[in-house]
């Protein structure tokens, strides 16, 4: 559980840190624009893009172990169920 709860905090904070360097890409992006350097702002915009596409790799990383620890939760579930189930068919069993 530590294991899932360090490396989804990790992804999480890379995928912030990603979107605080885009922003301040989209942000010079807008100045060399409103300057008229469109080549220096095209650039600039492609890489804040790229940026986001890291930020969102990193997100998409740590739903995959909220999924991954769900379905473990979910299978831990079904088998203590199972052993339930077994337990209350035996004891039925004795009964009769």
């Known amino acids: 559980m530590d294991d899932i709860k360090t490396a989804a905090a990790a992804h ?10 885009a922003a301040g890409m989209h942000r010079d992006a ?5 300057s ?16 986001d596409t890291a930020a969102n790799q990193h997100a998409m990383q740590a ?4 999924r991954h620890h769900a ?6 579930k079904a088998e203590a169920a199972a052993e ?3 337990r209350a068919a035996k004891k039925a069993a004795k009964a009769v």
């Open 12 to 21: 999480h904070n890379d995928a912030a840190r990603h979107l605080e360097i």
């Open 30 to 34: 807008a100045r060399q624009c409103e």
């Open 36 to 51: 008229g350097n469109f080549e220096k702002a095209k650039h600039l915009a492609t890489e804040a893009a790229e940026t």
């Open 63 to 66: 739903l995959d172990l909220y």
């Open 71 to 76: 379905g473990e939760v979910d299978a831990r």
């Open 84 to 86: 339930d189930a077994a």
